[in-house]
């Protein structure tokens, strides 16, 4: 009853004073710094500059000067052929993604959209308290959902680098896995700052693996990856394996345990191998969203995330801007808005619950079940019961617009083949056909004097990045 009562405190935050929120949030959020080019915005500054080597196969392009920010794509680093053009990169707009580099051979698939996501089949459109006291009725709905969403990600099929790399959406994946990259790489720092040696991650929703290769950079000693889908899992666990066996002799690489378990519903230290463990960092990308169909397994998920946190350690992750959603929402003609890349379809409009505001979002070939509307005001509240304070929240653009300025970042950015080469090379096509979807890139380069190609995300791509934003708690003595 506890639960039930605190529950109905939090839907008293009603969304009258959330909506009066997103309206002005959003349009700060969505705003573009004088620094950077992004679709519908002038450039008043030339653009940090960047070089981008090695992308794989066909899309073997390198990036050096400026920077043009669109769009991005979430995926991981792989160098292949080298091949260096200079390319300027123009910012325009940010997307998110996943994993760093892995294997020539063998990358892994991004996280920003191949993690665990729970979904919401047999969901009400409110999802009311009232289900306290029909707990059968409530655990067939939440194991329809549960069950949805293991299966949605059990079923996406591996493929290989030469496919992935001519998906519509390569850049995009790439860039958000370098949005991961950037942040985990932060905050491992912060940690390290504070301790050197016996790192301990917990990776809460890890998919196929997509971080792995992150972890081993950052030197940590102990990774725990959980995740709803077991064939995820499973996948996940041979990629460490694979990694394990491909280490020299001398190489150091951190030990794993692997979880399969909703933790929205479940709780994590009853499942670990040492129920005493304490972790430095929670990394949550692209999944807490999953949890928000209701306070309760909102909650689970936090405890899980934050419980077993040391003082001074993290909670970090992306997940979609719940002001930026409800503004192209609210801007849309109807329940729906997006374009040939990503689509996201409401309910309705005008009525968005704290928990259980359900949405259906679509992402070309790699996410396709529907999701829970997070407030962000909410999480920040409800992370206090577990001790944590909001080190801050930024969306996608302002994240990219602060960490670029950094040149292992850029050096970064390049080696993931975070941008598309715009014009694209005799040999080569670019990733839309849509002739306005460069017009920011189009209108860069006759503004300014720049080496060529410049680095981009088409319009399309940027649309679909920008609706996340990045965030980080610590958890206080």
């Not at 969505?30 to 080597?53: H, M, Y």
């Not at 860039?175 to 991961?180: D, L, Q, R, S």
């Not at 909410?378 to 801050?392: G, R, S």
């Amino acid at each position: 009853m506890e639960n039930s009562a605190k529950a109905e405190e939090c839907e008293k935050l009603s969304l009258k004073e959330a909506k009066t929120s997103i309206d002005s949030e959003t349009e700060s959020s969505f705003s573009i710094d004088e620094n950077t080019t992004s679709p519908g915005t002038r450039l008043s500054e030339k653009a940090p500059t960047c070089g981008l080597v090695g992308t794989p196969k066909k899309r073997k392009m390198a990036f050096e000067d400026d920077l043009v920010k669109e769009s991005s794509s979430c995926g991981e680093d792989t160098p292949s052929k080298k091949r260096k053009l200079d390319a300027g990169i123009v910012p325009e707009e940010k997307g998110s993604g996943d994993d760093e580099g892995i294997s020539r051979k063998r990358r892994m698939e991004s996280d920003g959209f191949t993690k665990d996501e729970s979904t919401g089949d047999g969901t009400q459109k409110k999802r009311k308290i009232e289900l306290e006291d029909v707990p059968e009725k409530r655990k067939n709905l939440e194991e329809g959902h549960s069950s949805a969403v293991a299966a949605h990600y059990n079923e996406l099929q591996e493929v290989g680098l030469e496919k992935r790399s001519q998906s519509r959406i390569f850049y995009l994946r790439n860039f958000n896995n370098w949005m991961k990259s950037v942040l985990i790489g932060e905050f491992l720092e912060k940690v390290r700052q504070k301790k050197k040696r016996d790192i301990t991650v917990l990776d809460l929703g890890c998919g196929k693996g997509g971080d792995l290769l992150k972890w081993k950079k950052g030197r940590i000693d102990k990774l725990v990856c959980t995740d709803i889908a077991d064939v995820s899992v499973k996948q996940c666990q041979q990629r460490y394996e694979d990694m394990k066996n491909r280490c020299r002799d001398n190489e150091y690489i951190f030990s794993a345990e692997f979880i399969t378990a909703d933790c929205s519903k479940e709780l994590l230290i009853d499942k670990f191998r040492d129920p005493e463990m304490c972790f430095d960092i929670c990394s949550c990308q692209f999944v807490c969203h999953y949890s928000f169909e209701s306070y309760e397994q909102a909650d689970i998920m936090l405890r899980n995330a934050c419980e077993r946190l040391s003082p001074g350690g993290y909670f970090i992750g992306t997940t979609p801007n719940s002001f930026e959603l409800i503004r192209r929402l609210e801007a849309s003609e109807t329940e729906s808005f997006g374009n040939e890349i990503y689509t996201v379809k409401f309910q309705k409009k005008g009525d968005y619950p704290l928990f259980g505001c359900k949405y259906d979002f679509n992402l070309e070939g790699v996410v396709d079940v529907p999701e829970f509307l997070v407030y962000f005001p909410l999480l920040n509240e409800m992370a206090k019961k577990y001790n944590m304070k909001l080190v801050y929240q930024k969306t996608f653009l302002e994240f990219y617009e602060e960490k670029i300025k950094n040149n292992e970042n850029k050096m970064l950015l390049k080696r993931m083949q975070a941008l598309e080469p715009y014009p694209a090379s005799e040999n080569s096509r670019l990733a839309s056909e849509k002739a306005d979807d460069y017009e920011h890139a189009a209108k860069y380069m006759k503004n300014s004097q720049v080496r060529l190609p410049l680095g981009t995300l088409s319009k399309s791509e940027w649309e679909a990045t920008s609706i996340y934003l990045v965030f980080a708690f610590e958890k206080q003595q």
